[in-house]
């Protein structure tokens, strides 16, 4: 790369790029930079094996305060629970990570401290990730945290032992998308159909190796929360990260967490944060717009997030698709969920409902859908489960009697953990079972062997609760 002549004018940068350009340690070969990392995040179901390898290697970590650790991937999430697992040989992660832990100085949010809770759940709610900085951990959904202003990406296990080491990664930069998002949503429209909505039309691998902006008036107009939901599904769409313009919204939240500055400090750093933005003329590889008026209740009739529909549409051809689903794949899909189509989803029956995981296990998530619970019972034969997203999530929800509501519907009401997000060989739903669950992917055999999941809104997965089959809550028969 040639570079700039200190006289000549800068171009202008998009906010990745900025981030991206005051965070690159030295140019290596092609579009790949040495990059460093503010903060690093660790689980134990990959973190304590990153660190057993650096003790093999004779390394040490480089800085440990800014390094964090929780325990969420495969805990119980049980009421009650111990310090076990119910994976099989889960114990020997949770041991490591904690030993690892203990010998390096790193912070551990463990199963008893009332800071646990899942990774991108907890960070936020610290004050870990601030706008400006660059954050990985390994797993895919790190780019959650981008709602934030910063550049966060998920890493494997080996990369996570190297930035143990260095604070730094070999990371090739990504190219700029930006997806302006027009008008406001919709009245019972939230954060997740939009991101259903667009991975719908854009394709799952429609972001590969890039950065996605989110931006628009339907952008600002959302919460941290919402955000955080929106940046949570970039990966669906195989994006390198997600990032939002911090704003007054991004401020309000960070404001006395834990770990933000604080005093003069916060004043400083709220000035710096003011001038993270994209800047006018600032060239993006690839730009999407849509219309926040046009998308409505979603659910996933498939086994990708990219096969979504609306709640009210029908079951699509494979015609319809737009090249977005191979034909066989498509057969796959419909051949594993058993749906027909043309067929509407509203009405089939369900097995089980699950409120959960990094995606919508937050407070408003919870209330949202306690508002549709409330006074109403989970229809018999379908097992219902809410699993806060942290321990501080559950117990700002059960200062509010949410927990009462859910269990009084018939939910369990559990402790904080990622649960059934996935399969790790512990708990899981049964073969052919239809769940619908406000996580973030519906795969083959992502809630247990053979397990069919549809994935909505924590509003889309109480209303099924209720009903005992798929049902827009919007039509749910009215309370006496």
Request: with cysteine; charged share 20%; hydrophobic share 40%.
């Amino acid at each position: 790369m040639t570079p700039v002549a200190s006289d000549a004018p800068r171009p202008p940068r998009t906010l990745a790029g900025a981030i991206w350009e005051t965070h690159v340690v030295a140019a290596l070969d092609g579009e790949t930079d040495l990059l460093a990392v503010d903060r690093l995040l660790l689980h134990e179901r990959t973190g304590g094996v990153a660190l057993r390898s650096l003790d093999d290697a004779g390394r040490t970590v480089a800085a440990p305060a800014q390094v964090f650790a929780t325990m969420d991937h495969i805990v119980d999430t049980f009421p009650g629970r111990s310090d076990d697992t119910l994976m099989p040989t889960g114990k020997a992660f949770l041991t490591a990570m904690r030993e690892g832990a203990l010998k390096h100085g790193i912070t551990l949010f463990d199963l008893h401290d009332p800071r646990q809770g899942i990774v991108h759940v907890i960070s936020p709610e610290q004050g870990i990730v601030l706008p400006g900085l660059t954050l990985a951990c390994p797993d895919s959904h790190t780019c959650t945290q981008g709602a934030f202003g910063a550049i966060a990406w998920g890493i494997g296990s080996t990369e996570a032992e190297h930035a143990l080491a260095t604070m730094t990664l070999r990371v090739e930069r990504p190219h700029d998308m930006r997806i302006t998002i027009d008008g406001r949503l919709g009245t019972g429209v939230t954060a997740k159909d939009l991101a259903l909505h667009i991975i719908r039309r854009l394709g799952s691998g429609g972001a590969k190796r890039h950065i996605v902006e989110f931006a628009g008036a339907a952008v600002r107009a959302l919460d941290m929360e919402a955000r955080m939901t929106l940046c949570n599904m970039a990966t669906e769409l195989a994006a390198f990260g997600a990032i939002i313009a911090p704003d007054e919204t991004t401020f309000a939240y960070l404001a006395g967490r834990p770990y933000a500055p604080e005093g003069e400090m916060w004043d400083t750093a709220v000035a710096h944060w003011r001038t993270l933005a994209t800047e006018d003329a600032a060239p993006f590889a690839v730009e999407h717009r849509f219309d926040a008026a046009e998308v409505a209740p979603m659910i996933t009739w498939g086994t990708s997030p990219q096969h979504g529909m609306p709640l009210d549409a029908t079951v699509p051809a494979f015609e319809s698709l737009d090249g977005t689903t191979g034909r066989a794949d498509y057969d796959r899909a419909i051949a594993y969920m058993d749906v027909t189509p043309g067929d509407r989803l509203e009405g089939l029956p369900v097995n089980a409902a699950f409120i959960g995981s990094c995606t919508n296990s937050r407070v408003s998530d919870l209330r949202r859908a306690a508002a549709i619970l409330k006074g109403r019972k989970v229809a018999p034969g379908v097992r219902a489960i809410c699993v806060p997203g942290s321990t501080q999530v559950k117990r700002d929800a059960e200062a509010e009697g949410l927990d009462v509501i859910f269990r009084d519907a018939g939910f369990e009401w559990r402790e904080a953990g990622c649960s059934m997000c996935f399969y790790a060989g512990g708990e899981s739903f049964g073969a052919q079972q239809r769940v619908v669950s406000s996580t973030n992917r519906n795969f083959e055999s992502r809630q247990g062997p053979g397990t069919r999941t549809h994935i909505a809104s924590p509003e889309t997965v109480a209303a099924p609760a209720i009903a005992g089959a798929i049902a827009d809550p919007r039509r749910l028969e009215p309370l006496p």
